[in-house]
């Protein structure tokens, strides 16, 4: 087979790409130019395969995403029930007559502060 000639004009970083890799392969710069052209003509005759683990973990991170959405809503909630159990219970500790609007404010505001707290956790 007859090799063919081709004039090739390469962007200044390209060219230096090719200079810096012919002199690690301790190859012409030309023979490195044609491993090049052969390289990326196979590449594109012979695509790799789609990967589909990416897709599958992309799901997978979303359904992972969901779920914590969830978890985090029931533990909120444990939250919320820990505190109204501590404050009615304080309540009956101490004998104390009030009404439940009070104890609701006092819920409240218990639940309120975990949530602050837990929030100065994170930054």
């Known amino acids: ?12 970083a390209v ?5 810096t890799l012919a ?3 301790k190859i012409s710069v030309y023979a ?3 491993r090049s052209v052969k ?4 590449a594109q005759i012979n695509p790799p395969t789609r990967d589909t ?7 997978e991170l979303a ?10 809503r029931m533990l ?23 009404s439940d609007e009070a104890v609701t404010a006092e819920i409240n505001a218990a639940y309120d502060r975990q949530r602050r707290r837990a929030q100065e956790g994170r930054e």
Do not use: W
């Open 1 to 12: 087979m007859r090799p063919v000639h081709h004039s090739v004009r390469l962007p200044i």
């Open 15 to 19: 060219d230096k790409a090719l200079r």
């Open 23 to 25: 002199e690690r392969q």
């Open 32 to 34: 490195m130019l044609q």
């Open 39 to 42: 390289a990326g003509i196979a």
């Open 53 to 59: 683990s990416n897709q599958e973990m992309l799901a």
């Open 63 to 72: 359904s992972v995403s969901t779920r914590m959405v969830d978890v985090e």
């Open 76 to 98: 909120d909630r444990a939250l919320f029930t820990a505190c109204a159990a501590y404050c009615y219970a304080r309540h009956a500790a101490l004998g104390a007559r009030t």
